[in-house]
């Protein structure tokens, strides 16, 4: 006779939760409801306990923090620590970023994310014309790493972590972070956060691409090598399918195209000759949050489920690290309208709360205005509001993965799973991610979808509250944020002052030597360090790579 | 759109076979944001709509934008921005769009845009500034009225 799933739960609590709990205790405050009732960081299925079932349940769910992790990637989830509250910020120049980011840390903020500009995305300098109008637009300008030293300043990095949204120069802003924390005596090994590195759905939905998918994987690949010697504590990658969701897709679509995405970095860490264990520990993913609220806490739980099972059986990993998928989040910035803008604010609150009903591991939610442009300060800080009310009153975090066994979630959570699975086998029929996007699968797949979802609005099938009903004939705009011009004055200046006093042989030395590298199959990794140490721009080298690698072009319709 | 030659006349070889082919769009994306949900959502209404759509794809220069302007002959251009460098890049094209004597396209601009900018916009010579949330439908008729005005 099998073992009863009271013995098995039994049997977690001393091998998973116990171990768990020693390291980081549970806190008072989560274990009773308002009212005084006692609320258990489990519960599982009751009442209908033959093996069978307990089977049954034991392969879909299982216990949290273990194999499929289908009900979170922690024991105790929430109940011992809260997810990271980060907000993506980042515009003008460094100063005026590490403002934001020092009032967002008084604030009770608990990680960073940085936004970078457009050009900095790209790998221009921002004096290059192609720079023209997006020098600190969408996020903070970065050429040099005078400008991250500034970027950081005070800003210790042995405590706070950092999440950094920089995909074809990743690289070079890891190793600008590398060069920052030396200079703070935080060697890289101490260093925790996490680098997008993602550049398959740059090509699929976002669009920072600079080289071709080749050597893109490559340079993905190096950062995993490197990281995986020297710092043991950083994501390497955040696998997103956040801009393809806000491209248009539906939640299986996300779900599958993310998944094949993560395939194909660990089908090219393997031909680069990597261990699996060695590198999938540190692969950490991104999702978006719609404000559809059942549906999104059953995506992350296929998610994960769907994640585990590929990196155990398909890739053979032996690591139970390996398996989980661990992901930010990211409330979905296309649902944000700019008629009544507070409205935003409701909707916001939904998909914040459907991310933690998720198990997500941390989180951004939107300010009210960026329907209109980048949020106010007052508004960045009544979306972080949001979330710190969602931790501290909602009573959400008292137990972990609390809508299990909804038949509803349970019954759309294979349904997501079924679907992204079968996303994933047709991709892997054509040959896989690089071939699917080549082809334009993916992409035509996100335009239907996205098509589809526009012309519900357009025929009143899909109501949206404030723009195609209940709309008013007045709409007060609030105050938004603009980046001043002075900003990119001062950037550009600080660029010529910087190339002005380095010393130009030790630029042109490492700029060379670099070039020569990217020649060989040499991990590029360490020669970006010394370049960025040699305070060499992130334009100066990524035309280094850009004569080595050529550059990607997009066809069009 | 006809493009005035250097004698300042008229180039009328687009106009010779059907008296109502139908019009061309160039739908483009300036600047280096990739947002292109809105211009991808947009192509399809406007070929539904029974016109002829041309799309630079993203990551355009203002330069190329109107050479595939001219290129391809269009009454109108469209173009879709994101990241808030509207006013250098779409000035750049309505000057470009001068420099080389193109005077008879619609300008229509799109995307994340403060109402505070509308009017320089507008004197720059776009004829609408369609902003977050702007149905298909106000496009499509302020397009036809914009059209029909010329005809």
Not at chain 1, 258 to 278: C, E, N, P, W
């Given at each position: 006779m099998a073992e009863s799933l009271e013995e098995r739960f039994e049997q977690w609590k001393a091998r998973t939760l116990e171990p768990a709990i020693a390291k980081v205790p549970e806190c008072a405050d989560r274990t009773a409801t308002v009212s005084g009732v006692p609320t258990d960081g489990l519960y599982l299925p009751e009442g209908h306990g033959n093996d069978a079932a307990t089977e049954a349940y034991l392969v879909a769910q299982g216990f949290p923090g273990e194999f499929p992790f289908t009900r979170g990637v922690q024991p105790t989830m929430y109940r011992s620590r809260f997810w990271t509250m980060r907000q993506y910020a980042g515009f003008g120049d460094a100063e005026e970023t590490n403002e934001r980011y020092r009032f967002l840390l008084e604030q009770g903020q608990t990680g960073l994310s940085v936004a970078f500009d457009l050009p900095t995305q790209i790998g221009y300098d921002s004096d290059h014309a192609l720079a023209t109008g997006e020098v600190g637009k969408v996020g903070v300008a970065i050429d040099t790493l005078a400008d991250m030293e500034i970027l950081f300043d005070s800003i210790p990095l042995d405590k706070v972590s950092t999440s950094m949204t920089i995909n074809s120069p990743a690289m070079v802003l890891l190793a600008m972070y590398i060069a920052v924390g030396e200079k703070q005596g935080v060697e890289a090994s101490r260093l925790t956060g996490t680098i997008q590195n993602d550049m398959l759905k740059e090509y699929i939905a976002r669009g920072t691409y600079i080289f071709p998918p080749?050597?893109?994987?490559?340079?993905?690949?190096?950062?995993?090598?490197?990281?995986?010697?020297?710092?043991?504590?950083?994501?390497?990658?955040?696998?997103?399918?956040?801009?393809?969701?806000?491209?248009?897709?539906?939640?299986?679509?996300?779900?599958?195209?993310?998944?094949?995405?993560?395939?194909?970095?660990?089908?090219?860490?393997?031909?680069?000759?990597?261990?699996?264990?060695?590198?999938?520990?540190?692969?950490?993913?991104?999702?978006?949050?719609?404000?559809?609220?059942?549906?999104?806490?059953?995506?992350?739980?296929?998610?994960?489920?769907?994640?585990?099972?590929?990196?155990?059986?398909?890739?053979?990993?032996?690591?139970?690290?390996?398996?989980?998928?661990?992901?930010?989040?990211?409330?979905?910035?296309?649902?944000?309208?700019?008629?009544?803008?507070?409205?935003?604010?409701?909707?916001?609150?939904?998909?914040?709360?459907a991310a933690v009903l998720g198990g997500t591991q941390s989180l951004h939610t939107n300010s009210r205005d960026e329907a209109l442009g980048l949020p106010t300060e007052e508004a960045v800080q009544l979306a972080l509001r949001t979330q710190q009310v969602i931790a501290h009153e909602s009573g959400v975090a008292h137990t972990v993965d609390p809508l299990a066994g909804s038949y509803c979630i349970e019954k759309l959570t294979d349904q997501v799973e079924t679907e992204a699975a079968a996303y994933i086998e047709k991709i892997d029929e054509m040959g896989g991610m690089v071939r699917a996007i080549e082809q334009h699968y993916p992409q035509n797949e996100i335009e239907q979808s996205s098509y589809r979802y526009q012309q519900q609005i357009e025929r009143d099938q899909r109501i949206i509250v404030g723009v195609n009903r209940y709309a008013t004939e007045v709409d007060v705009q609030p105050e938004i944020l603009t980046v001043s011009e002075a900003a990119t004055r001062r950037q550009i200046d600080r660029l010529s002052e910087v190339r002005g006093r380095r010393d130009s042989s030790e630029v042109t030395h490492t700029l060379t030597t670099l070039e020569e590298a990217a020649r060989s199959d040499a991990n590029l990794m360490p020669l970006i360090v010394d370049a960025v140490r040699a305070y060499a721009s992130v334009g100066e080298i990524c035309d280094a790579l850009r004569r080595v690698f050529g550059e990607y072009e997009e066809h069009t319709m | 759109m006809r493009k005035l030659d250097q004698a300042g006349q008229q180039d009328l070889t687009s106009c010779t076979v059907d008296a109502h082919p139908p019009k061309r769009i160039l739908i483009g994306k300036v600047g280096l944001d990739g947002h292109d949900r809105g211009a991808k959502f947009l192509i399809r209404a406007l070929r539904d709509a029974g016109y002829e759509v041309i799309y630079t794809g993203i990551r355009r220069t203002p330069e190329q934008i109107v050479q595939t302007a001219i290129d391809e002959d269009v009454d109108v251009i469209g173009l879709s921005l994101l990241s808030g460098a509207h006013n250098q890049l779409f000035a750049r094209v309505a000057e470009l769009l001068k420099e080389e004597g193109v005077e008879d396209v619609v300008l229509l601009a799109g995307g994340t845009i403060p109402e505070k900018d509308v009017p320089y916009l507008e004197a720059l010579g776009f004829r609408h500034v369609f902003t977050p949330g702007a149905p298909v439908s106000e496009i499509l008729s302020a397009l036809q009225q914009e059209l029909s005005s010329r005809e």
């Open positions: 080749g050597p893109s994987l490559r340079l993905t690949t190096n950062i995993f090598a490197y990281a995986a010697e020297l710092m043991p504590r950083f994501n390497t990658i955040s696998v997103s399918g956040y801009h393809i969701r806000e491209a248009g897709s539906t939640a299986a679509q996300e779900v599958g195209f993310t998944l094949a995405d993560g395939i194909a970095y660990i089908d090219a860490a393997l031909s680069a000759g990597l261990d699996v264990d060695r590198f999938a520990p540190r692969m950490s993913f991104f999702f978006g949050a719609m404000t559809d609220l059942l549906e999104e806490v059953a995506k992350f739980r296929a998610a994960r489920r769907l994640w585990a099972r590929i990196v155990k059986e398909r890739f053979d990993a032996k690591d139970p690290r390996s398996w989980m998928l661990r992901f930010h989040t990211q409330t979905c910035g296309a649902t944000l309208t700019a008629q009544q803008v507070d409205n935003n604010v409701v909707r916001v609150a939904i998909q914040a709360l | -």
